[in-house]
């Protein structure tokens, strides 16, 4: 299943199943399902039994998910209204504007995964290899509420001093858990996003000289998107606790990026051990794997394969994972 978060024109966010080129509204078409079985189907009524949003329907997934799937097989029979108390249940992809599939997650945290961009990122720098990324995973925590979907990534004028973009995939938490061993970890996960994780390399690297991690240099906007695709659909690529899935970055139509997702050195299953120790995960929290290699401007620069190349306003940057899509942001100067 493919979880959306979409918007019409001059409207609010709302969750929706993608099924081909149609959105699915699914708080509208499960007050339809409620109705057609003589249950309450207010707005009250839908949020509180199977959640508000797509982050409600993951922390609601028990029952939201069964009646999810009812109405997609319903939908793909002819069985589904177009209609519902004067309410359209269904829209074309094209008529809708994605937001992130879970645009406030209740936190955010990014990873450090893959071995080849740590290497070869400290290599340019003149550094060895740090040997503690080999003893444990390692990630920060970044800016939640500027999560921002497919569209116009807006950045200041001190962001585009080295803005950068970074390809990596993300997970989604499915499940409360705490103190989890990675044997169990994969259990956790409900789905599976693409992950921009924008970069502003000249605010990055004056403030990290204090050792302290990234803060301004990231915590301006994050893309995930454009849809959350469910752990079923990605079975048939699961190799132990890793996913096949091939990596690409493109700027202005160029392909500059290439990697898979199990070239990950940890997985998301080890990370999250690493995450939820003495420390309690929620459904929701989204959990990025770190750039993968070649998967940034710094990696690329650095190794002579572009020259001194970084994005600048009306640049687009399109982020492809298959199974998960295409993320397609351009970069806009906020002058406010």
């Excluded at 078409?29 to 509180?48: T, V």
């Excluded at 199977?50 to 997609?72: K, M, Q, W």
């Excluded at 001194?308 to 492809?320: A, Q, R, S």
């Amino acid at each position: 299943m493919k979880l959306v978060t979409f918007r019409h024109s001059n409207g609010h966010d709302r969750a929706g199943v993608l099924v081909g080129s149609e959105v699915i509204d699914l708080a509208r078409a499960l007050a339809w399902r409620e109705h057609a079985r003589g249950h309450k189907c207010d707005d009250a009524h839908i949020a509180d039994r199977f959640g508000r949003g797509v982050l409600g329907f993951v922390e609601n997934a028990e029952r939201a998910r069964p009646a999810a799937d009812e109405i997609v097989e319903l939908h793909a029979r002819g069985g589904l209204p177009h209609e519902f108390e004067g309410a359209r249940l269904t829209a074309p992809l094209a008529s809708v504007a994605l937001r992130a599939p879970i645009p406030r997650p209740p936190s955010m945290r990014d990873g450090y995964a893959f071995r080849q961009h740590v290497l070869t990122a400290r290599r340019n720098r003149g550094l060895e290899m740090i040997p503690e990324f080999d003893q444990f995973p390692v990630f920060y925590f970044t800016n939640h509420h500027g999560v921002v979907g497919p569209g116009d990534v807006r950045v200041k004028k001190l962001h585009c001093e080295r803005l950068d973009y970074e390809l990596e995939a993300a997970i989604v938490v499915g499940k409360e858990a705490r103190d989890v061993a990675a044997k169990d970890a994969t259990a956790l996960i409900f789905g599976m996003t693409i992950m921009n994780d924008w970069s502003a390399r000249a605010l990055q690297m004056e403030e990290m000289k204090l050792n302290l991690g990234p803060a301004k240099g990231k915590d301006f906007a994050t893309s995930l998107g454009p849809y959350l695709v469910t752990l079923d659909e990605l079975g048939d690529r699961m190799h132990g606790d890793h996913f096949d899935l091939a990596m690409r970055a493109r700027v202005n139509g160029k392909e500059l990026s290439q990697g898979n997702v199990k070239d990950m050195t940890w997985s998301f299953a080890q990370i999250l051990e690493r995450a939820s120790y003495g420390v309690t995960l929620v459904p929701g929290d989204v959990v990025g794997s770190g750039t993968c290699g070649t998967g940034c401007l710094l990696e690329l620069n650095g190794s002579k394969i572009t020259d001194n190349l970084w994005l600048k306003p009306g640049d687009v940057v399109e982020l492809e994972i298959e199974r998960l899509g295409v993320l397609e942001n351009r970069i806009v100067l906020d002058e406010a």
